[in-house]
């Protein structure tokens, strides 16, 4: 897991940093240079993280059709719209890997729970869980590429797709009893790279 982070860390910060570099957090991963739209990142679905803001202690009135989501935590999730790509680097020194988006697709909010689920309280859920916007579904574009530094006789591996929350929480109809509901919710269009 550490790797990962380096390499995320590295990609973002100036071409060919030293994997050494500062490694970025999970939870708050950021946009490629000159192509705000993509998120790089690492799959991250075992470490979780607090909901930023607890479920109040006080009960609200439960009025009958009312719905609403509570989460408690949440964790990073990439869905793949397309093939992994990979490229290894056979030379002794360092080299670029670029990789390009070559499908594109759309990737809609999830559930594990049988049934219909009212899908802006799971998304108004996640928002106030995750602190940041979140969408019903997003779209993976063609024309979207990355360029990673891959080290000398290491193998660098890239899959676009849509990044996701996962979040684990309450889903509750008034006045029936709460339910327990992972959700996958979708967050930004990026790519999950990892070495090797």
């Not at 408690?72 to 790509?85: E, I």
């Not at 999830?110 to 779209?139: F, I, P, Q």
């Amino acid at each position: 897991m550490l790797l990962k982070r380096t390499l995320c860390a590295s990609v973002l910060m100036a071409p060919l940093t030293a994997l050494g570099a500062t490694p970025a957090f999970a939870d708050d991963p950021h946009p490629l240079p000159d192509n705000p739209d993509i998120v790089i990142g690492y799959e991250n679905e075992t470490e979780t993280f607090r909901a930023k803001v607890t479920p109040p202690l006080v009960t609200m009135a439960c009025r009958p059709g009312n719905v609403s989501y509570r989460v408690s935590s949440y964790s990073n999730s990439h869905k793949a719209v397309g093939p992994t790509q990979s490229n290894h680097n056979g030379t002794s020194r360092a080299a670029t890997s670029t990789f390009s988006a070559t499908v594109s697709g759309t990737i809609s909010i999830a559930w594990n729970v049988s049934g219909s689920l009212k899908v802006d309280r799971l998304v108004a859920g996640a928002e106030v869980a995750t602190g940041v916007n979140l969408s019903a579904s997003l779209t993976a574009s063609l024309g979207n590429s990355i360029a990673v530094p891959t080290p000398p006789r290491r193998t660098t591996t890239a899959t676009y797709g849509v990044w996701r929350k996962k979040t684990k929480g309450s889903y509750h109809v008034c006045p029936q009893k709460p339910r327990k509901v992972t959700a996958w919710t979708p967050w930004r269009v990026g790519w999950y790279v990892k070495q090797r």
